[in-house]
C-alpha cells in the first residue's frame, strides 16, 4: 500500500531495497507467477480501482485541474483491460536475466562473457495515467527489480488502491509485498529525498509533462532514465504523397492514452502546391484537430492555421494539435528536427531513396520513421515486444524501454 505519510521516507526506501534483495532468491517462473498474479487481481479489482479513480477525478475538478489532465487521469474498463493484456503478454516473455551475451574481449586464458541482472530499486515517478504504474510494476517484477511509485495529488486515491491491490497479489503468490511500494505525494520533501538517495535508489523513471522531467532531472543524483511524450516531427518532401503524410499525422495521435509518439511539427517544402495543403489542412480539421502555422503559412491559409509562437516548435502539445512550418531543403529540416524536436521519434515522408538516407543519417533521433506512422503500442503483439515508453536520452537506455532497460550487464571471468 502507499505508506502513510508519517511512515519516513527512509524506511520505505529500505523496505523496497530488502525486498529486492529478498526477490533474488526467486527464479524466473517464480516471479511470472507474481506478474500473473497481478493481471488477475487488477482484472477482478476493477471496481475498486474505477472508484477509487471517480474520487481523484471528482477532486481534479474541485481543484480546477486542467482537462488535459484529467483526460490522462480517467480510467476506463477498456484502458484497465488494456494493462491486463500488456501484464500477460510480460508473463510470457522471455526472462531477462537468463541472457547471456559474449563479451567484446576475452581475459586470456580465462572466457569471458556478460550476464544480465537487475538494477535493483526503481522509482516510477509520474503524472496522470494511473495504469502506468501498473505495467512498470510488470517490468519491475519480471527483471527482478523492486519498485516505488510516486504519483501526484490528482491520482493518489488511484495509486493507493493500485498498490494495496499489487501488494495483495505478490502476498498471495508467496513474493515479497515491498518490492513494489508506494511514496506519499503530499510532501515535496519526500520527493526530493527519494531523488538524491543513492543509497537505496538505483534509478529514477519520470513520466509526464516537461515540467515534471525538467525538475526531477534537476534535482536527482541518482541516474535519470527521462521518457519522452509528444513534439514530434514529420519532414513532408516534395516527391511524399498526400494521403501517405495524412495518414502517417493521424495515426501518430491515436494511442491510447497517451500521445508517445504523436507528430505535432510538420515541415514542408515550398514546392508543395497551395491546393494540396488545402486539401491536408481541410482534412485534418474533419478529424477534429487545431492547425497553427508559421508567419507564412498563417497568412496564406487564414482559414485554416492560427499563427504560432517562437516557443511552440521546441515543446509538446500533448493534444491533437500540429503544427506547420515550411523549410526550403531537407537539409534545412534536419537541422530544426535536432534542434527543437523531443529526439525519441521523428519521421519523413519522401518517395526519394537519397532523402531517406540523408534522414536516416543526418537525424539526431532515437527512433526514425521513414514513409511508416511512429503511433506507440505498449503491446503491439508481435513476438515479445512489450514496452513502458521511449527515452530520447543519449547512453545505452536511449529508445524504447523494454525489460532489458531494467537490467545491466555483470561482466563474468571464468577460470
Not at 509526464?208 to 535519470?224: D, E, K, M, N, Y
Not at 491510447?256 to 485534418?284: G, M
Not at 503544427?323 to 537541422?335: K, P, Y
Request: with cysteine; hydrophobic share 40%; proline share 5%.
Amino acid at each position: 500500500m502507499i505508506e502513510s505519510s508519517s511512515t519516513p521516507p527512509l524506511t520505505i526506501f529500505k523496505q523496497a531495497y530488502n525486498a529486492f534483495l529478498a526477490l533474488g532468491q526467486f527464479n524466473g517462473n517464480e516471479r511470472n507467477r507474481g506478474v500473473i498474479a497481478i493481471a488477475n487481481a487488477i482484472k477482478t479489482g476493477f471496481d475498486r480501482i474505477l472508484e477509487a479513480n471517480t474520487l481523484d477525478l471528482e477532486v481534479s475538478r474541485e481543484m480546477a485541474v486542467s482537462e488535459q489532465m484529467i483526460r490522462w487521469l480517467r480510467l476506463t474498463p477498456e484502458r484497465l483491460e488494456t494493462t491486463v493484456e500488456v501484464l500477460q503478454q510480460l508473463a510470457e516473455a522471455s526472462d531477462p536475466l537468463q541472457q547471456v551475451i559474449n563479451a567484446a574481449y576475452q581475459l586470456n586464458p580465462s572466457q569471458t562473457y556478460c550476464q544480465r541482472m537487475p538494477l535493483g530499486v526503481i522509482a516510477f515517478v509520474y503524472e496522470g495515467f494511473p495504469e502506468l504504474a501498473m505495467v512498470a510494476a510488470g517490468f519491475s517484477l519480471k527483471s527482478g527489480n523492486s519498485l516505488i511509485i510516486r504519483g501526484s495529488n490528482a491520482s493518489s486515491h488511484s495509486d493507493e488502491v493500485i498498490t494495496e491491490i499489487i501488494q495483495e497479489a505478490l502476498e498471495d503468490v508467496g513474493l515479497p509485498v515491498d518490492c513494489v511500494s508506494g511514496l506519499p505525494c503530499d510532501s515535496s520533501p519526500s520527493l526530493e529525498e527519494l531523488l538524491t538517495q543513492e543509497n537505496y535508489v538505483n534509478l529514477i523513471i519520470p513520466y509526464g509533462r516537461p515540467s515534471l522531467i525538467g525538475r526531477v532531472s534537476q534535482l536527482a543524483t541518482v541516474p535519470v532514465l527521462r521518457a519522452a511524450m509528444g513534439n514530434c516531427y514529420l519532414y513532408w518532401s516534395p516527391s511524399g504523397d498526400l494521403e501517405l503524410a495524412r495518414q502517417v499525422i493521424i495515426d501518430s495521435h491515436g494511442s491510447i492514452p497517451d500521445p508517445v509518439n504523436a507528430i505535432e511539427k510538420v515541415l514542408i517544402s515550398p514546392h508543395h502546391n497551395s491546393s494540396t495543403l488545402s486539401r491536408l489542412f481541410k482534412s485534418l480539421q474533419e478529424k477534429g484537430f487545431k492547425l497553427r502555422g508559421d508567419t507564412r503559412l498563417a497568412a496564406d491559409f487564414p482559414e485554416h492555421l492560427t499563427i504560432t509562437t517562437d516557443n511552440d516548435w521546441q515543446r509538446p502539445y500533448l493534444e491533437k494539435t500540429v503544427a506547420f512550418r515550411l523549410v526550403d531543403t531537407l537539409t534545412d529540416a534536419i537541422a530544426w528536427i535536432n534542434k527543437y524536436s523531443s529526439g525519441h521519434a521523428d519521421c519523413i515522408v519522401t518517395e526519394s531513396y537519397r532523402e531517406s538516407r540523408q534522414f536516416a543519417m543526418e537525424s539526431d533521433s532515437a527512433l526514425v520513421y521513414i514513409n511508416s506512422s511512429p503511433r506507440f503500442d505498449r503491446n503491439p503483439k508481435q513476438g515479445e515486444s512489450v514496452f513502458l515508453g521511449i527515452s530520447n536520452q543519449k547512453g545505452q537506455r536511449r529508445g524504447l524501454i523494454n525489460l532489458e532497460t531494467f537490467t545491466t550487464l555483470k561482466q563474468v571471468v571464468q577460470g
